[in-house]
């Protein structure tokens, strides 16, 4: 299997990042990029992500003040996701916030695909480096929740390869019909996780400002992609598109809330 990493290629950067940049294939196969993508498809699913930033509230953050508040919460016996015993008010607040903090993390698996899909299809260099940039933020936010999750003693949905497979077939699909309504698909997108992300924070328990940083900060990288995308000369997406998404995106969320 093609790897970015191997001897023939030059990655541009180490770890998880460089696995989102498709490089120049030498043997020219017409089979190579697909083959990238599968690559990429494994690693994002199984492999350990690796963000470019410090994690929203850890030490030496913008959040650091947001964790020490936590901290005092825990100790003030605040409901909050910190370790409490069984059925106790912060033990059930700790199982909230580990789904909400699953479903999120689902929510980069499918974003990772999304983007790989529409960068794999791109007709203009632009608008793919566009979307491959995008996609090194959204390792970040897949990486911030990964941490959360092991915080939390919680692990990823089971249905991760499923939400990539499923998200990158939609991604490429879109990026088929054209780059302008490929970069349309993404506002489209980034405005739907905005709200989603919006419900979140206010189901998140009082106490874990830890999560609510990672989500806050998620949140405006989002609202960013999205505004990139419209300046770029995005279509609007029909609004029978728009009421599939929603429909598509509630079945991921539902289902990666519980499995």
């Known amino acids: ?4 990493e191997s001897s023939n290629a030059k990655p541009r950067r180490k770890g998880r990042a460089a696995l989102l940049i498709m490089e120049p294939m030498e043997s020219g196969h017409p089979l190579d990029p697909f083959i990238a993508a599968a690559d990429r498809a494994l690693r994002a699913v199984f492999a350990p992500a690796h963000a470019s930033r410090p994690v929203p509230g850890t030490p030496g953050s913008e959040s650091a003040k947001s964790q020490a508040e936590e901290e005092r919460a825990i100790e003030a016996g605040e409901t909050s996701p910190g370790a409490s015993p069984p059925g106790s008010p912060g ?32 007709r203009a260099p632009a608008t793919r480096d566009m979307l491959l940039r995008a996609a090194r933020e959204e390792t ?10 092991k915080e939390l003693d919680s692990r990823p949905s089971l249905l991760n390869p499923l939400w990539y497979c499923g998200s990158f077939a939609i991604g490429a699909l879109a990026a088929a019909t054209g780059d302008r309504v490929s970069l349309g698909f993404v506002v489209e997108t980034e405005r739907q996780v905005e709200g989603h992300l919006d419900e979140h924070l206010a189901r998140l328990p ?18 960013e992609h999205g505004a990139n995308a419209k300046a770029a000369g995005a279509a609007e997406i029909p609004a029978s598109v728009r009421v599939l998404m929603r429909q598509v995106a509630r079945i991921m969320t539902t289902a990666a809330y519980w499995i």
């Open 91 to 122: 033990a059930a607040a700790r199982r909230e916030s580990a789904a909400l903090m699953r479903v999120n993390h689902s929510g980069e698996v499918a974003a990772q695909a999304l983007y790989h899909g529409q960068a794999l299809f791109a």
């Open 140 to 149: 970040d936010h897949l990486a911030w929740c990964e941490t959360r999750l």
């Open 1 to 4: 299997m093609y790897s970015s």
């Open 206 to 223: 009082s106490g874990d400002t830890r999560s609510r940083a990672i989500l806050d900060a998620m949140r405006a990288d989002e609202i």
